[in-house]
C-alpha cells in the first residue's frame, strides 16, 4: 500500500525534525496532498493516524490540505478543475492540452514545542 509506506517517510521526517530541533512535542502537522499526486487524501490520513499511535505523534493533529488541479480543455479552451488523472472538459468533454498544480506532496508546516 502506497499510502502507507508515506506515511512512515512523514514520521521518520517528523521524528528527525523533533531530534534535530529539540523539541519535545509535535502539535500539529501540515500535509498538501495535490489531486493528481497519487496519493489518495483519505487513505493517507489513516495511515497516518495509525502509525502515529505508538510513536511520539500520538496526539499530533495531522492537516491534509488538498491541492486541486486545473486543466485547459484542448477543444473549448475552457479551464477546469481536475479531481483526477482523467478528467475530461465538464462542457465538451475532451482531455485538457495543459494541467496545472495537483502534483503536490509535501509536508507545509509543523507546529513543535
Ligand atoms: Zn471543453
Redesign the pocket.
Known amino acids: 500500500m502506497h499510502e502507507l509506506s508515506l506515511a512512515y517517510e512523514v514520521i521518520e521526517l517528523a521524528k528527525r525534525e523533533v531530534f534535530k530541533n529539540q523539541v519535545t512535542t509535535i502539535f500539529e502537522m501540515e500535509i498538501e496532498v495535490g489531486d493528481l499526486s497519487g496519493v489518495e487524501a483519505v487513505a493517507f490520513l489513516s495511515a497516518l493516524e495509525m502509525i502515529a499511535k505508538s510513536t511520539l505523534l500520538e496526539h499530533t493533529l495531522f492537516h491534509i490540505i488538498r491541492q486541486p488541479a486545473t486543466g485547459r480543455?484542448s477543444?473549448?479552451?475552457?479551464e477546469f478543475e481536475m479531481k483526477e488523472r482523467m478528467a475530461t472538459?465538464p462542457?465538451?468533454?475532451?482531455f485538457p492540452y495543459e494541467i496545472s498544480g495537483g502534483q503536490e506532496f509535501r509536508v507545509t508546516s509543523i507546529v513543535a514545542e
Open positions: 480543455c477543444t473549448c479552451n475552457l472538459c462542457s465538451c468533454h475532451s
